[in-house]
């Protein structure tokens, strides 16, 4: 689980969302820019894909390691809003993991 201090507070959060450049991968839109000195990750999900909190949070977790193994554990200093813009969420989590990859591949092709 990614620790408090490189989650996004709600204050910084629709300020740091105005100046961020836009990533758009199936379902997943993923909003980025470089950060000074520390990664901030945010992932948000409407209730129209999921309409029970348990498997939205379940969600969110899922997408929370894979940031943090990809950009957190490397070193990569970037923050990243994660929205879900589909209607149903698949029950594997191939698709994620095929998201964070592309994501990660098109950020290190726009350094």
């Not at 836009?22 to 894909?49: M, T």
């Not at 990809?70 to 698709?95: R, S, W």
Request: aromatic fraction near 14%; glycine fraction near 2%; hydrophobic fraction near 40%.
């Amino acid at each position: 689980m990614i620790p408090k201090q490189n989650k996004f507070h709600r204050n910084y959060f629709e300020a740091a969302r105005r100046r961020m450049r836009s990533f758009r991968y199936a379902p997943f839109l993923f909003l980025f820019k470089k950060a000074q000195n520390q990664s901030h990750f945010a992932v948000v999900i409407s209730k129209k894909a999921m309409k029970q909190a348990v498997d939205r949070n379940r969600f969110k977790r899922q997408v929370y390691s894979l940031l943090e193994t990809h950009f957190l554990k490397e070193g990569i200093p970037i923050e990243v809003i994660c929205l879900y813009k589909g209607t149903q969420i698949a029950e594997n989590g191939q698709d994620l993991e095929k998201a964070i990859k592309a994501f990660k591949a098109f950020y290190h092709s726009k350094k």
